[in-house]
Each structure stands twice: as C-alpha cells, then as structure tokens.
C-alpha cells in the first residue's frame, strides 16, 4: 500500500505522532467508541496520510487537513446505527460477500418504477421473485426540476427529492431492503455538482472560498489551453468544456452539461467535504456507492482530463476514510472507458466492484454479427480480475451502449474498429439490412463520427420490431436472443444487474420525447415507467412476457443453488463454430460450461471432447452424455453441469 511519501523523514513521523496526539485529545473522552475507532486507525493512518500528502503535500496547511478529515472520520464512525456497525464488523469490504453465486443486482429510477421510496418497500416482495439481493435505485437526490440529467446534477447530497419521500423513508427502506437480504446501493455523484447547489449558489453570489470549490477561470486564456485536448462528450447538447457564468464573470468547467458544474479537487476543502458526504450517505444505511464518472476528477493541461493518476489517488483516499468510518462500505466503478483503463480502477484498496462496460458491448456486438470472436477474445484477455474484486455484469444500463472494445483487440481479428462502430450502430438502429433491433441514436458527433446506442433489452433484440413486424418464428428468436444475452451475464461470474423492466421484455416509450424535459434526451426511450399491464402478464408463460419472466427467476435461482456461478475465473473453449460461445467455471467439484449460439438458425456441433462426464442442462433439464452432439436452436442457451468428488 502507498505510505507517505515522507516515511523516510523524521518529519513524517513527527507529523504522525503530532496528529494521533492532538486527536487523541479531542476524542479520546469518548471512550470506547475512540477506542475502537482508534484500532482501525492505527492500521490506517498512514495510508491515508500518504494518499493525501500526493495531492496536497505542498499545502502549507496539510497537516490540518489531514487531521479534519480524520476528524470527521470519527465523527461518521460515531454517528453510525448499531445495526451499521454491527454490518462493519460481520461483513466488511474485504468479506467478498459480493462474490457469492446467490448475488443476483437490479437497477431503477424510484419515480419510474415505484412512484416513491415507500412503493420500492411494497414491491420488495416482486424483487424477491426475480432473486434480487443488491437494488440500485438511480439518483434520488435533490436536484433542479428540469435541468437535472437524470438527477446526475445533484442540489443537496443531503436531501432527496421531495416526490420521492424524505432522508427518513430513505433510511427505513434500507433496513427494509437489509432485512430481506438486499443491499441497497446508491451514487455518489463526486465530479460535479448542479449550478444550484448551495456551494455554487454562494460562489455565484461572490464567496470566494466557494468558488474554489469548483473550477473556474477569468478569462478563455486556460479554457483554450485545456481544451486543445478534450473530446466533447455530449456533442449534441453543446460543444466544449466550459461555459460563461455571468454573475461571476468567469467561465466554468462543465464536463458534460453547462449545469453540472466540476469541482476543483486540487483544492482539499473539496476532498474534505466530499468525503463527508459520502459517509452521510453511508450513514443512511447504503451499503454500495456507484462512482460515477471516476475517469474525470483530475485535470491536467496536455491531456486529456481523463484516467489521470491522481484520479485514482482521490479514489484510494476516500476508501481510506471509508474503511476508517464505514468499513462495510463498498464502492462501484463506473467507468466507460478503453478497457486497459478500466481495470486501473479495480482493487481492493480502489473499487472492488466494476461495470463491465466491455462484455456489454460485446455482447450486442455477437448478437448483430452472429460471431463471438471478439467476444471470446476479450474473455480470454481481458476478464480476469485481481482476488477478492468482481464484475457487475450488465446487457444494458439506464445510459447509452457505447462500442468500447479495445481497437487493438478488434485489429488481432482483422477488424477495422471505427468501421466496425459504425456499423453496429446502423445495425442496432435499425439501418442495416437485415436487423432485428429498434435503438436510437444518442450523441452524434459529426466531427467524429461518433455516436452510441440506445433501447431497452427487448427492443434492441428484436422483441419489439418481431412482434411489429416479424411476428411468428421472429418473436422467438428475439426472446432466445434477450434470454441468451442476460443468460451470459448472470453466468460469466461477479454479480449480474438486471435493468427492471427487461425481466418482462418491456419495449421502447414510444413517447419518450413527449415529456420537454426528455425531447433532447434519447436515453429516456429505455427508462420506462412500471407497466402494471406487463406485471400481471409475468405469470402467464404463453406470453412473452411470462417466459421473459419465469427465465429470468429461474437463472436467478440456479445462480443460488450452484456455488460455482460465483466464481470470476473462466477458461474460454473452443467450440469449433463462429457462432458458438462456450467457456468453463470450476469449484470444489462443481463444473459449469456455459454455451451460447449467437445464430438464427439451428446448430448442432459434433460431439465435444469438453464433456467428460455426463452433464445436465441446467435451464432445460436436458441430460447430455459423452460422445453425444450438442444442439442448438436459434440463440439458444446451455448451462451444463456436472459435479464430481
């Protein structure tokens, strides 16, 4: 682990024990709740000193930093329930309770699909049908009413939107869901703020020590210089990375919207307060944080402003104070970038949970060429991840597809990989001869070229566009197809998120961009709201929706009773045809060889020298022998299983 930079110095040491001594004074009187705060500090101090020391060492005032956010570290410790604290003790971050097989994730708006936090706790009972263990509810805090971004520019770390209920109900169904075995998870949104948060109300009202809460400019002398090497990332809804603000007369860094404005964390005061809401959050009883946008909260000139190495510094610093305050606490990368970025972010003293933002894309990529060697590929270079870390496996999430296979990797193939972007987005918007899905645009840039995808699951494998046009044979293909994409992510080992809504193969908002506030937006043609139509259909296994349903529980419920969906490790095999992706899982005893056909017409491969033992498909109950050929329907799934002493 990084340990101060200073450790050489007796100045390093002096610092420490000048530190623990004037917090031993503060707290010391609190008895046994310093006593066992102090425990972990002993382990931890320097650690975090370190980290802080690379991004603020040559402050003046770094020891009194350091010392508030321990402070306040202590504080959030204190503040804990008893029923927290006894979550630390039994299950910390480093337990690896993620990586169980029963871990089953589920993702949501709480407006959308329950109205409030009250209408989550009465649906838990539907969640517990599908297996879920680990609800994501999206951005619940108080936030502009129109110019929000999907509550992703946050007013208040400290108040939820008022139609979805208070900080209070927020905190009853947390131990609600934690009562049923669910772990609730949330963002910590720690790039940027909305323009009206209180820090930028008061920066705008001319606070200083607000203002350098953000990043700011007098004039487009550094803005210019920046942005010689930034990418656009939401082309269509401006150009640039910065935006005038008049009542200060300066221009503003705004990664992605002109009202999310990004905080300065050169500054430690930004550290500070951040990292003390990010224990209240924990407080309230969160039990995952999803960080967003981690790639951008560094900046410097000459780059691009993204995957910086500080970036990960100000990371591993607050999983220092969390495993000072709130060790249970885990924290979620999300970061979609090139895949040999990615990986920079996961590690125990890091995240230990990622999106998989690689196996989505790929995924859509086998499903629209009815090839998995890219696929297959990636796999093999690239799923491997540190112990005690895992993946979140999803088909899709409440923003965009983008192409994000590694271009090298496409070039080992053969594979031009902008020609190969383009055409899946024409494919996956319906464009390309031959397609079965129904996606929108999101995002083009017409200097680039570049654009990413959007739909639900249903409507991007042709669930949508079968039933409209291709109704019949179609339809079942197109329902093999989604069952075959989330069968793959809820078997490649980690933790599989369903997008609730896809477990009943609900479609497109044909009216998404009814709404102004969402005309700009196409991501919200995949944020449907609860269809109470589609609900009651999910018992009735003659409709689509029902056997959407009943093979989503099932899958949910095999991860539950074989350990061995657990494991993250696989071993990639070789099927012998373009369409077939097959790969292997092991644990004491337990073998899991998951195949899957990406083609629309019925394979039968001869029989595979994999299967040693007499097998049984798990989905089908289909028992397969050595020596016997393996057979595919159109998109079929296997999940063949054999156990041995």
């Not at 263990?133 to 008022?162: I, Q």
């Not at 910065?242 to 503003?252: D, G, I, L, Q």
């Not at 972007?421 to 899905?437: E, I, K, T, V």
Request: hydrophobic share 40%; charged share 25%.
């Amino acid at each position: 682990m990084l340990r101060m930079k200073m450790d050489a110095d007796s100045g390093a040491a002096r610092l420490r024990a000048e530190c623990l001594t004037r917090l031993r004074a503060r707290f010391a009187r609190r008895g046994c709740d310093w006593d066992e705060f102090e425990s972990r500090l002993e382990s931890e101090f320097d650690r975090l000193a370190g980290l802080l020391h690379e991004l603020y060492g040559g402050n003046p005032d770094f020891a009194y930093w350091l010392e508030e956010v321990v402070a306040d570290s202590f504080g959030a410790c204190v503040a804990r329930s008893n029923a927290l604290r006894k979550r630390d003790r039994e299950i910390p971050a480093g337990s690896g309770w993620f990586s169980e097989a029963k871990q089953v994730g589920a993702v949501c708006y709480v407006d959308r699909w329950a109205g409030d936090f009250r209408g989550i706790a009465r649906r838990i009972p539907y969640l517990k049908e599908l297996g879920i263990s680990y609800l994501h509810l999206m951005p619940f805090f108080r936030c502009p009413e129109n110019e929000n971004d999907g509550g992703y520019a946050v007013s208040s770390y400290r108040e939820t939107d008022p139609a979805l209920g208070t900080m209070a109900d927020l905190e009853d169904l947390a131990a609600c869901l934690s009562g049923e075995g669910i772990a609730l998870v949330a963002d910590f949104i720690f790039n940027h703020t909305s323009d009206g948060h209180e820090w930028a109300l008061a920066a705008r009202s001319g606070d200083a020590a607000c203002r350098d809460m953000y990043l700011t400019f007098p004039d487009r002398t550094e803005p210019d210089e920046y942005s010689r090497t930034l990418r656009d990332i939401f082309p269509e809804a401006r150009r640039g990375s910065f935006t005038w603000n008049p009542e200060m007369a300066r221009w503003v860094w705004t990664t992605f919207h002109s009202f999310q404005w990004d905080l300065n964390y050169r500054n430690p005061a930004v550290f500070a307060a951040m990292a003390r809401e990010m224990t209240s959050l924990a407080n309230r009883g969160i039990a995952v944080l999803r960080l967003d946008a981690v790639a951008f909260i560094w900046k410097e000139k000459g780059t691009s402003c993204e995957n910086l190495p500080h970036a990960h510094t100000i990371i591993r610093a607050f999983r220092a104070v969390a495993d000072l305050a709130c060790p249970s606490l885990l924290f979620k990368s999300e970061a979609i970038v090139h895949p040999d970025d990615i990986v920079r972010y996961i590690d125990p003293g890091e995240c230990r949970l990622s999106y998989n933002p690689l196996l989505m894309a790929e995924l859509w990529e086998a499903a629209a060429t009815k090839e998995v060697r890219l696929l297959a590929h990636s796999l093999r270079r690239r799923h491997s991840l540190p112990p005690g870390c895992a993946w979140v496996n999803y088909v899709r999430c409440h923003d965009d597809i983008g192409w994000t296979f590694a271009d090298e990797d496409a070039a080992d193939l053969g594979i031009k990989g902008g020609d190969h972007r383009n055409f899946l987005n024409r494919f996956y918007m319906g464009d390309f001869p031959g397609s079965f899905a129904h996606g929108l645009s999101f995002q083009y840039n017409p200097v680039t070229g570049d654009r990413r995808i959007c739909g639900t699951a249903a409507s991007l494998a042709g669930i949508e566009r079968a039933v409209r046009d291709r109704p019949g044979e179609g339809g079942n293909t197109a329902l093999a197809r989604l069952i075959l994409l989330y069968g793959i992510a809820y078997s490649a080992g980690g933790i599989p998120l369903l997008y609730l809504g896809d477990e009943l193969a609900a479609e497109n908002d044909p009216d998404w961009d009814k709404d102004p506030d969402h005309a700009g937006d196409s991501r919200w043609a995949h944020r449907p709201r609860w269809q109470e139509s589609l609900a009651a259909e999910r018992r009735d296994t003659s409709t689509v929706t029902g056997k959407a349903f009943a093979a989503f529980a099932k899958m949910a419920a095999l991860r539950a009773s074989h350990p061995v969906f657990g494991v993250q490790e696989l071993e990639v095999l070789e099927s012998g045809h373009p369409s077939v992706l097959i790969f292997r899982k092991k644990l004491k005893g337990e073998t899991l060889i998951v195949a899957g056909s990406f083609s629309e017409s019925r394979i039968e491969l001869p029989p595979p020298g994999f299967l040693s033992e007499p097998a049984v498909d798990l989905l089908s109950g289909s028992r397969y022998s050595p020596g016997e050929s393996l057979s595919f329907e159109p998109c079929a799934l296997r999940w063949l299983y054999f156990s041995s002493p």
